[in-house]
T-cell receptor, first 113, second 116 residues
Framework: DQQVKQNSPSLSVQEGRISILNCDYT??????FLWYKKYPAEGPTFLIS?????DKNEDGRFTVFLNKSAKHLSLHIVPSQPGDSAVYFC????????????FGQGTRLTINP | DSGVTQTPKHLITATGQRVTLRCSPR?????VYWYQQSLDQGLQFLIQ???????AKGNILERFSAQQFPDLHSELNLSSLELGDSALYFC???????????????FGAGSRLTVL
């Protein structure tokens, strides 16, 4: 049962344009969402998060949007840079299961010069 | 360097064998988590320890076991290995027990296990 889904395995974007990565979840108990970024041969690194009491959180070029009614979140990167090329994982946690994060399958983002 | 150290980086072994993966958490972190990433899959939560005690368990097979030692390092033991156990195994750590809204984990670079 895949509770967190990233339906796009890969995404290719031109440098300077906007990258939009999407994530859907099924568990209505999830109340905290995170995005992690992973380069080859490295572990995932935390990028940005959002609580379910908000619908938007911004950090520099990165903005995460949360649509609770649709159980959908997205990560916007503007403008996209070559160094943003990586695998992006969406993750979620629930109040009662705060010890564990449930991850999506990841989306490989490639920024083309 | 995230501060979370995992050894070995790569391990090749045969079916039926047993291996031990080691993790040293970031300095000051009391919680250690183990995740498995199989090919083209997301990270699957295996188990979590906090200050030496098991706190949460995910889809960890009975052939797998883990522990956290007094110096806070952790080991993941995988036995009777099968081809399907080939995966990246990540360790992560956090300062304390995560509370809602504070589940930021710091990951190590992973141990790649290949079972032939």
């Amino acid at each position: 049962d895949q509770q967190v889904k990233q339906n796009s395995p890969s995404l290719s974007v031109q440098e300077g344009r906007i990258s939009i990565l999407n994530c859907d979840y099924t568990n209505s108990m999830f109340d905290y969402f995170l995005w992690y970024k992973k380069y080859p041969a490295e572990g995932p690194t935390f990028l940005i998060s959002i609580s379910s009491i908000k619908d938007k959180n911004e950090d520099g070029r990165f903005t995460v949007f949360l649509n609770k009614s649709a159980k959908h979140l997205s990560l916007h990167i503007v403008p996209s840079q070559p160094g943003d090329s990586a695998v992006y994982f969406c993750a979620a946690s629930a109040l009662q299961g705060a010890q564990k994060l449930v991850f999506g399958q990841g989306t490989r983002l490639t920024i083309n010069p | 360097d995230s501060g979370v150290t995992q050894t070995p980086k790569h391990l090749i072994t045969a079916t039926g064998q047993r291996v031990t993966l080691r993790c040293s958490p970031r300095s000051g972190d009391l919680s250690v988590y183990w995740y498995q990433q199989s090919l083209d899959q997301g990270l699957q939560f295996l188990i979590q320890y906090y200050n030496g005690e098991e706190r949460a368990k995910g889809n960890i097979l009975e052939r797998f076991s883990a522990q956290q030692f007094p110096d806070l390092h952790s080991e993941l033991n995988l036995s009777s290995l099968e081809l399907g156990d080939s995966a990246l195994y990540f360790c992560a750590s956090s300062v304390a027990l995560p509370s809602p809204g504070a589940n930021v984990l710091t990951f190590g670079a992973g141990s790649r296990l290949t079972v032939l």
